[in-house]
């Protein structure tokens, strides 16, 4: 049979488990004798188990004495927290915890690898946090941490105060710690206006890379990018993506696999710019399509690819992604099939694409203006 401690409060009853068991014929339950030490039905461990429950029971009154002394009412969420020890318990514990949780969720890499990351940034600032020792002004300090030492912008801080909050509320659910020290703490992403190329810019580009005429590594790189501008993939899904994953519905050609940020599926059509890009299929289909650097570099050469062409705008590879987003936004396209075509996890994702820039506006209603009887003068 269990073993457990029996509470009162205000004549209400909780028993806590002790995690100790006993066969009902060593039970003597008189302290300091609980169970038989001695003599016929003796527990074979009885000493060292009258020890832990006498132990037990003076820690119970240690800390009922604990709070009479510091006037503060007790009631049994406060006892089981300091019983069991679950105000000692650590962060980072709970860390572990909660992405075993995830895992079992099978939730993306990228995911996996943000929290890893996220969890090294808040080492950095502490080496060992206890969860008592979260509240509002922890939680402050931290985000003045991350400001001074690692120069975080709005954004980043708000993407570590999401990681720091979601294990919080982890170890919430799972009943060790109570209250919430970001209930004022204002969590909110700045949308900044995505930087991409029009129409005309991407023409400019595709005519650079027919052309050939500049070296084979930002050869390969343009190819890339121009691939992003008609396909919408990230950089990631772009150095993974394998002649396989193209595949025919009906008579068309489409490109059919799962981000890799999200594990979202995504099909996206293939239309001429892209199939020029693609070239011929290779006799193994599981080869990857692109010649690949990092991301630092592709960046870098990217930088002064556009230059060539006299675009002015800082680009980087996700304004590939951003620009067949906007052209789909451009052409009418229904947001649900951008969502999907996208791959985005919510249809607020995609409605940031339709948050189109003023050139846009002056653009399409220059264009209306001089219309006439439903055509342009």
């Known amino acids: 049979m269990p073993i457990k401690l029996i509470l009162t409060i205000d004549r209400k009853i909780r028993r806590f488990h002790l995690d100790k068991f006993v066969h009902p014929d060593h039970w003597v339950g008189k302290p300091p004798e609980y169970v038989k030490s001695k003599g016929r039905n003796k527990h074979p461990n009885g000493k060292f188990l009258n020890l832990h429950l006498n132990h037990k029971l003076v820690e119970a009154q240690r800390i009922i004495l604990q709070f009479e002394q510091e006037e503060i009412p007790p009631n049994f969420k406060r006892f089981k927290a300091k019983f069991f020890g679950y105000e000692r318990q650590d962060f980072f514990e709970w860390h572990e915890k909660f992405v075993e949780f995830k895992i079992r969720e099978n939730v993306a890499k990228a995911t996996l690898d943000n929290y890893k990351t996220q969890a090294e940034k808040l080492k950095s600032f502490s080496k060992e946090i206890k969860l008592k ?3 509002y002004g922890f939680i402050q300090d931290y985000v003045q941490f991350l400001k001074d030492k690692y120069g975080n912008g709005d954004n980043t801080i708000y993407k570590a105060l999401v990681y720091f909050r979601l294990v919080f509320n982890f170890a919430k659910k799972n009943k060790v710690i109570s209250g919430d020290p970001f209930e004022d703490i204002v969590l909110q992403q700045k949308v900044k206006p995505a930087t991409y190329l029009s129409k005309d810019e991407v023409d ?87 010649d690949s650097i990092s991301n630092q570099k592709t960046n870098q050469y990217l930088r002064e690819i556009v230059k060539i062409v006299k675009i002015r705008k800082h680009i980087t590879f996700h304004a590939g992604r951003h620009s067949f987003g906007h052209s789909l936004i451009r052409k009418g396209v229904n947001r649900s099939y951008i969502k999907e075509i996208l791959g985005h996890s919510s249809e607020a994702m995609t409605e940031h694409y339709s948050k189109v820039m003023d050139i846009d506006i002056i653009n399409n209603l220059k264009d209306k203006w001089h219309e006439k009887n439903g055509e342009h003068r």
């Open 133 to 135: 020792e979260i509240n």
């Open 204 to 290: 400019r580009l595709l005519k650079l890379y027919k052309a050939d005429i500049i070296g084979q590594s930002w050869q390969n790189v343009l190819r890339m990018f121009l691939w992003a501008c008609f396909t919408g993939q990230s950089y990631k899904d772009v150095v993974l993506v394998k002649y396989s994953d193209i595949i025919r519905v009906g008579e068309h050609l489409g490109l059919s696999n799962r981000r890799i940020k999200t594990n979202v599926p995504y099909f996206v059509p293939l239309f001429e710019e892209a199939l020029y890009l693609l070239g011929n299929f290779p006799e193994d289909r599981d080869q990857v399509i692109f």
